[in-house]
């Protein structure tokens, strides 16, 4: 990671006018560690100390062109662009890889194995993605990364890209979504420039492609990508794929292609328990150079959003902004003033994030999650809550359990009341033992992400 960045003329010219603009507190937060990396007359790349590039680009690029603008002329173009993200896209043209039009996206810096929050819900996935950035081709060919939205997918995708940026220089590496997978060919078909589509993504080392469920009814693009899935697998090449599902669950893409998808290593995320939330947190507040001197702001974050990390890091974000443009201290009044308008605890305490609808009695919710687990497993609500203890029976109960915890409120012995007068230890016991179980069995993996998807996901307006 970079030091404090040496400072030019020009741009402390241009942080004056932005102190102006947006006031000592938010400069000194946000725009204090950006420097210039380049000007070639039209364009100014600029990067951050603290790989908050992305951030900073989203939140303050068009202050800063006017900025810029007025300091260094009117057709000034601000770009932000980490060294690392540089030296990748240089490298990818001098290869012929990359042309202008056809880019596809460029590897995030910011997403590194060590900014990567490791628990029990992503231990696999994370072990199975560094494995594969430090042996390309030999780990796990294909790798295929499955979870809901916001669970760090993405994140592990940008990682391996950014470590054989950094220990593997000569590695051709690619990132793509299917969306500019999609593009690019429908682009390349239009202008008979199918060969140099084909170079580009069949001339490289490590493939990374994001959110493969939305090749589902595009069959042009789906027949490339599965000759492309060939030429790569065939001579050796490593290919990380992504989606919000696992592959056999990927309705409208061909069988052929599926089964490619789980020919390798399949691995899922799950939603992170409370403490890996508040360890994303504090990681995030420290990348950011954030002081939270209360650590109960983040306790208090991490209850009230459960199930996505770009969302519990959304609000932690909104916090800091409140307090950098008012002066407000970081404190739980000041975030739970904030949580307030974004993320609305449940009746009678703190609730989830989306899934489970806020204003819903934690009991409902309960009765609901019990009968899409009994549903999953052809079982009886009875069945869940009775004294029955055979293999299925016991695995769909624990599930239960384990899922009432996550999406309500409800205190333990609740929890144990609501399935047949359990004891607070019985819920205890069956939300470790739904840990232990998923993490060595991939069948039962999927059990929890099926369940998991469908609480959280498309399905939720039915548990009401």
Known sequence: MLGHLPQNPAWQEIAVRLRDCLGASTYDLWLDRVAIVSWDGESLVLTTANGTDSWVAARYGKVIERCAQAVLGAGTRVVFAHDAVARAHRALTTTGIASAGEQPSEINPRHTFDQFVIGDGNRLAHAAALSVAETPGQAYNPLFLHAPPGLGKTHLLHAIGNYLTAYSPGTKVLYATVEAFTNGFIAALRGEALERFKEMYRHVDVLLIDDVQFLASKVKTEEEFFHTFNALYDSGRQLVLTADRIPNQLTGIEQRLRERFASGLVAQLDPPDQRTREAILRKRAAVDNVNVSDDAVFSLIAERVRTNVRVLEGALIRIVAHHSLTGKPITTKLAEAILETIQPPAQGGHGTEVGVAHAQPAQAKAEAIMRDVADHFHLAVTDITG????????????????????????????????????KHATVLHACKRVGSRVAVNSDEAADLHVLLTRLSGNDADRIS
């Open 387 to 422: 004294p029955g203890r055979t293999g299925d029976v016991a695995w769909a109960r624990q599930l239960a359990i384990y899922l009432t915890r996550e999406f309500t409120n409800m205190p333990l012995q609740s929890i144990g009341n609501a399935f047949g007068g359990r």
